[in-house]
T-cell receptor, first 115, second 113 residues
Framework: DQQVKQNSPSLSVQEGRISILNCDYT??????FLWYKKYPAEGPTFLIS?????DKNEDGRFTVFLNKSAKHLSLHIVPSQPGDSAVYFC??????????????FGKGTKLSVIP | DTEVTQTPKHLVMGMTNKKSLKCEQH?????MYWYKQKAKKPPELMFV???????INESVPSRFSPECPNSSLLNLHLHALQPEDSALYLC????????????FGPGTRLTVT
């Protein structure tokens, strides 16, 4: 049962335009949502996060939007640059009782920014 | 220093070999993690160490043996692996175990022949 879903395996965007990466989740108990960026042969790099009590978080060219009623979040990159070409993983973090927690990753979306 | 380092970058080993993967961070993080990532799949959690003690073992086979000698180092000892264990092994760290922001190393690409 996949709790975090990235339904688009790949996305191509022209340089300078907006990139929108989408993520859906099924567990309403997630406390934080995160986006990681991964280049080939490197580990995932933390990009931006959002608390479940917020609906928007912005950091430079990156903005994450959270729609709790739809259980949907998206990452907007504006303007897109060729260096943004990478695989983007959506992840969700939940604290649960008795001190336990889980960090669940989606399968990733490969973004290609065309010069 | 916001870096997690891992050695070696690549490792090829036979099914009868014993080898170790190493991970190091100097960010003062007290939680460290091992993940396994197969091609085109998300990272899967294997182990969590919190304050140098094993906190979570996600039912990983005993041929994988983690070790945390001190707060900056994390090892993964490998013995009698199978070809299906070939994957990218990622180390990560976070300020504390329940911190959601994890910093990943570049990974060790392991091939078992």
């Amino acid at each position: 049962d996949q709790q975090v879903k990235q339904n688009s395996p790949s996305l191509s965007v022209q340089e300078g335009r907006i990139s929108i990466l989408n993520c859906d989740y099924t567990n309403s108990m997630f406390d934080y949502f995160l986006w990681y960026k991964k280049y080939p042969a490197e580990g995932p790099t933390f990009l931006i996060s959002i608390s479940s009590i917020k609906d928007k978080n912005e950091d430079g060219r990156f903005t994450v939007f959270l729609n709790k009623s739809a259980k949907h979040l998206s990452l907007h990159i504006v303007p897109s640059q060729p260096g943004d070409s990478a695989v983007y993983f959506c992840a969700a973090f939940a604290y649960s009782g008795a001190g336990s927690y889980q960090l669940t990753f989606g399968k990733g979306t490969k973004l290609s920014v065309i010069p | 220093d916001t870096e997690v380092t891992q050695t070696p970058k690549h490792l090829v080993m036979g099914m009868t070999n014993k080898k170790s993967l190493k991970c190091e961070q100097h960010m003062g993080h007290r939680a460290m993690y091992w993940y396994k990532q197969k091609a085109k799949k998300p990272p899967e959690l294997m182990f969590v160490y919190s304050y140098e003690k094993l906190s979570i073992n996600e039912s990983v086979p005993s041929r994988f043996s983690p070790e945390c000698p001190n707060s900056s180092l994390l090892n993964l000892h490998l013995h009698a692996l199978q070809p299906e264990d070939s994957a990218l092994y990622l180390c990560a760290s976070s300020l504390r175990e329940r911190s959601y922001e994890q910093y990943f190393g570049p990974g060790t690409r392991l091939t078992v022949t």
